[in-house]
């Protein structure tokens, strides 16, 4: 019976008819409401807390601080890598401020009241005194001399300095190049913004803690949780039903999951926040924020020789869980990018800032590499006078070279397979570039400029724990749960893990359930990140499956009295073969209940997933306004098991990294505070930005995984930044600009045309 395909995704009618329950629905009997009292500035001494005043206002029932939490920690972030000087330093994490503050948006206080209103009104009665200390405004600012010390732990604010490749042969080739193009670019600090707003409901029965929240996986928060609390991480349960978005912001415990753990112990009553939306601009953790300059070594006939990084990495006030991993391994494993170059190195060094703390953001390192690479290429095109098209290919890694051993990385790898040329091939085509020059030429008659870029990038996926698990249960009605570790948070598993199991079960997918990432069954895996759900867990519910029906096998075998190879399984039934006797497996379940319920498990998988993509935009000189005209993306993510989330996945990616290359930026004033706290500050990418749009699959299956399978989750972002920016720097070269930063606003562009008066002599200098 072959996998009865969804026409959309299976989950899409219940949330966008209402039915959806996100944290911030579910309620339990006596439940009361906590509200946090934030930093206001970025770096100070906590001279005093006054909460007297607050402590007796109405409906008020307990007011925590840092003197009441001193017993609880969230322990350091730790690296599974070490730099020249050992152990990544970091220090302890308070959930509530302890002595300092050092970020705009720290909590300091936790106010519980018998409602939300209640608890807020006493939060505004809390005075709180500050003794100012200078702040460590960015990444350049942190490693000044005279900079201030953030935390004891971490010398010079410098909390990791990470160096890979070969630099004596890097600094060797270098010396023979004939061309050398440098860049110096950042990828800006953005804000994650998931449409759910962080919240959490806790609630202790007995000794065992149940957390709902907004969550990537249960097992991460479950294990951070447990250490900073100091008690069995089997006594933890986190749950959620539906998760309004997370986008990597999600992944791990937060302090104030900490603090409301504490609150709920004390009042022995479920406590319950749900963060503003302003409130989540500081509360959520930040992505990117990294200072990246690059040099790429030439021969004369435009041959790659050498490639060397160098990266300034804003942590913020204490690095997280995930964002040091995000430069250290994802954006290392990918330094080459698409390209056979003889040496590559370079070095990465992590800084604490009094900023909000930076995690992983949908690409986690991965478009920041991509931005690097691909605009230095575009650059020493311009440079030695070559097509971009033709520069790429002659220095691509060829289909015949795969698996390419990758020498950057913290850990062994290889790209696993790929085919660069023929991605750009069908990328070119769909985009029509042999016919843009006259597109060119009409946007000149009406007084606009129109450019295209193209990027070809590769990104590794999955990893990030040795084993996935699923066990896949039967109820007496037949119908079959698939449990695993990851939750979903608009990936599609309620779609794609049903239709997999379909096709071993050999039963309707309609018949198939899944519940991951869900509190009360224990398994092993990791959350949703790296684009791996489908890679890691895929396998793993497809050998779970056949290994439940080996198992009715079995059991039909057993009710028939004959040998189990005797026993066909067909359309969900067992047949004694050459006999007209069958015995559905609907049936089986129900007279052996949990007999038949199958755990399975498989090492994690990873594998590298590419694509090349193709921007046109235009610009109008007069107002910057830029236009994106056609966008194709010919991604190879393998095995594609449902069109349909595919599709999804792309384009959610490229709305997100299209929307950090033309608008999204945090913005810090020298203070150290956040001016674009709101959305009438913060730019977030509005529908029309992507207008007219073509993809298109060119998988070659994964040697890794018996699915052939990829990943897909990231790649829209990894390559719609640097594409997106290399078209635009394109239009505007007939301008005179050679060189244009994120995010590409229309002021941007237009002062950037401005202070071009003229072509410069050198185009390409920038």
Not at 707 to 732: C, F, H, R, W
Request: glycine residues 10%.
């Amino acid at each position: 019976m072959r996998s009865q395909k969804f026409p959309g995704r299976r989950e899409d009618d219940r949330l966008i008819t209402g039915r959806g329950r996100y944290t911030d629905d579910w309620t339990l009997p006596d439940q009361v409401f906590g509200v946090f009292i934030r930093s206001d500035v970025a770096h100070a001494r906590l001279t005093s807390i006054d909460v007297e005043a607050a402590a007796e206002a109405e409906g008020v029932l307990a007011i925590l601080t840092a003197a009441d939490l001193a017993h609880l920690k969230r322990p350091p972030a730790r690296m599974p890598y070490q730099d020249a000087q050992g152990p990544m330093r970091a220090p302890d994490v308070p959930p509530l401020a302890r002595e300092k503050v050092r970020y705009v948006g720290e909590p300091v206080a936790l106010v519980v009241g018998t409602t939300e209103a209640a608890a807020r009104t006493a939060a505004d009665l809390i005075e709180i005194s500050y003794d100012p200390l200078p702040v460590v405004n960015g990444v350049t600012d942190a490693l000044r001399a005279d900079a201030p010390q953030l935390h004891e732990a971490v010398p010079g604010n410098l909390c990791f300095d990470y160096r890979y490749g070969d630099e004596a042969a890097t600094d060797a080739l270098f010396a023979t190049a004939a061309h050398v193009v440098s860049i110096e670019l950042t990828s800006e600090r953005v804000i994650g913004n998931p449409m759910e707003p962080k919240a959490a409901l806790v609630n202790w029965v007995g000794d065992e803690l149940h957390l709902w929240c907004s969550h990537q996986g249960p097992g991460i928060i479950a294990a951070e949780l447990a250490e900073a609390l100091g008690i069995p991480e089997r006594k933890i349960m986190v749950h959620a039903e539906d998760i309004g978005g997370a986008f990597g912001v999600r992944g791990a415990a937060a302090p104030e999951h900490v603090a409301l753990a504490e609150a709920a112990r004390r009042l022995g009553r479920p406590v319950k926040w749900t963060a503003s939306r302003s409130e989540t601009f500081v509360s959520d953790f930040h992505g990117r924020g990294n200072l990246m300059r690059a040099e790429l070594g030439l021969d004369s006939g435009g041959r790659f020789l050498a490639l060397r990084h160098d990266w300034l990495c804003d942590l913020g006030a204490y690095p997280s869980a995930s964002g040091p991993i995000t430069v250290v391994q994802n954006a290392s494993l990918m330094a080459c990018g698409a390209y056979r170059i003889e040496a590559v190195s370079g070095r990465k060094r992590l800084v604490l800032t009094n900023r909000v703390p930076v995690t992983a953001y949908r690409g986690a390192g991965r478009p920041d590499m991509a931005y690097v690479i691909e605009r230095l290429v575009d650059k020493a095109a311009c440079r030695l006078g070559m097509d971009r098209i033709e520069l790429r290919r002659r220095n691509f890694i060829g289909r015949d070279q795969f698996p390419y051993p990758i020498t950057t990385g913290p850990i062994p790898a290889s790209y696993d397979s790929g085919d660069f040329e023929g991605l750009l091939s069908e990328a070119k085509r769909l985009a029509d570039w042999d016919g843009f020059e006259q597109r060119r030429a009409e946007a000149a008659q009406r007084g606009r400029l129109r450019g295209i870029g193209c990027a070809v990038v590769i990104e590794p996926a999955g990893g990030g724990v040795p084993v996935e698990e699923a066990l896949i249960t039967l109820d007496a009605d037949g119908i079959a749960t698939i449990h695993g570790a990851a939750a979903s948070s608009g990936q599609g598993h309620e779609t794609v893990y049903p239709e997999i199991v379909a096709g071993p079960m050999q039963i309707p997918a309609e018949r198939i359930v899944h519940r991951g990432g869900r509190g009360g069954t224990v398994l092993k895996g990791g959350a949703a990140f790296a684009s791996r759900t489908t890679m890691a867990l895929g396998p793993v519910v497809d050998r779970a499956a056949n290994l439940l029906v080996e198992k009715g096998r079995a059991l039909a075998a057993e009710h028939f009295g004959v040998n189990a190879e005797r026993i066909d399984y067909v359309e969900g039934a067992y047949h004694v073969r050459g006999q007209n006797q069958f015995l559905p497996l609907a049936e089986l379940a129900r007279t052996h209940p949990g007999a038949l319920d199958t755990r399975a498990e498989l090492p994690v998988p990873r594998a590298f997933p590419s694509g090349a993509h193709v921007a046109e935009v235009e610009i109008d000189p007069e107002t910057g306004a830029v236009e994106l005209v056609h966008y194709v993306a010919v991604n190879d993510c393998g095995t594609v098991l449902n069109q349909t989330l595919v599709d999804g996945q792309i384009l959610g990616g490229l709305m997100q990294g299209l929307g950090q290359a033309f608008g999204e930026t945090c913005v810090y004033g020298d203070d150290g505070q956040l001016l674009t706290g709101t959305f009438m500050d913060y730019a977030m990418p509005r529908a029309d930005l992507l207008g007219r749009v073509s993809l298109a699959n060119r998988g070659i299956p994964s040697p890794t995984n018996h699915l052939g399978v990829k990943g897909v989750g990231e790649a829209g972002t990894v390559g719609s930044i640097p594409t997106a920016m290399n078209a635009v720097i394109d239009a505007l070269r007939l301008s005179g600009v050679s060189h244009l930063d994120m995010p590409a606003t229309p002021y941007r562009i237009w002062q950037a045309i401005q202070d071009a008066k003229a072509p410069p002599s050198g185009p390409c200098d920038g």
